[in-house]
């Protein structure tokens, strides 16, 4: 491979990782956002975040192109080969990460004006902001190709299913003591199961970088503590979207 072919090659590859920490940004202020408009009931804000999910799709749409390109004009190998199908598979999980923050938006504008027990609605806020915490994270760790953050961020999602939990069951005694409850309870119950999802996404991206750095998937199982599929008798799903 020729100097010059090597430059362009490499400037590919700094385009797609430009591209994915423009969605990571894009993504932590969704959620940020989104959180405050739940709490505050800023129906603007709200309204905000599920306008900005245009921009994420894009962006989204844009690097899976470009990278479908630098594999048939390129034909990559090794790790240059697994940078640009991490590409993918991150900018997928950011994409799915704003379209959660988005459903949390709509609940929002959804249960605007309603009854509300408003220390449940700190209980989603307290788990939003660990969340944001893993999001950032993993996007340093991403910039920085940190495999022993990245897999911190992966340890940590089993205290947000915990927490999720825990909330769960604060919905479900409020729901059966107030039946002017239920109705804000449901809305505000999808909003803290999109919150833990995109908790799960933000551990999808620890396992990619992972694989990034290293070439091997993380072959430890996941260190999931989400029992609420189990209480209700539900089957436990195994990915998508919670509640739009």
């Not at 700094?14 to 969704?30: C, D, N, V, W, Y």
């Not at 993918?88 to 799915?96: C, G, Y």
């Not at 939990?165 to 449901?186: A, G, H, K, Q, V």
Request: aromatic share 4%.
């Amino acid at each position: 491979m020729s100097e010059h072919t090597v430059a362009s090659f490499d400037a590919e590859l700094q385009e797609l990782r430009r591209s994915i920490m423009e969605m990571g940004g894009i993504a932590e202020k969704m959620l940020a956002d989104a959180t405050v408009a739940l709490v505050r009931r800023d129906v603007g804000l709200a309204q905000s975040v599920v306008t900005s999910d245009y921009r994420l799709d894009t962006i989204q749409r844009d690097i899976e192109e470009k990278a479908i390109l630098t594999i048939a004009r390129r034909q990559p190998m090794a790790i240059d080969l697994r940078e640009v199908i991490s590409a993918i598979r991150i900018a997928s999980d950011i994409e799915r990460i704003g379209d959660m923050a988005k459903n949390i938006s709509k609940r929002t504008l959804a249960i605007s004006g309603q009854f509300e027990p408003q220390r449940v609605v700190l209980g989603v806020e307290r788990m939003s902001d660990m969340v944001l915490g893993q999001l950032k994270d993993v996007l340093d760790a991403y910039t920085t190709l940190d495999v022993d953050k990245a897999l911190e961020v992966w340890r940590r999602d089993g205290a947000t299913d915990a927490l999720y939990n825990s909330l769960f069951r604060e919905l479900l005694t409020y729901m059966m003591e107030d039946p002017r409850n239920i109705t804000f309870c449901t809305h505000l119950l999808f909003c803290a199961k999109n919150v833990e999802r995109i908790g799960d996404h933000t551990t999808n991206i620890s396992e990619t970088i992972h694989y990034l750095v290293t070439g091997q998937p993380i072959t430890a199982e996941r260190p999931k503590m989400d029992r609420t599929a189990y209480e209700t008798g539900q089957p436990e799903q195994a990915g998508g979207a919670a509640g739009a």
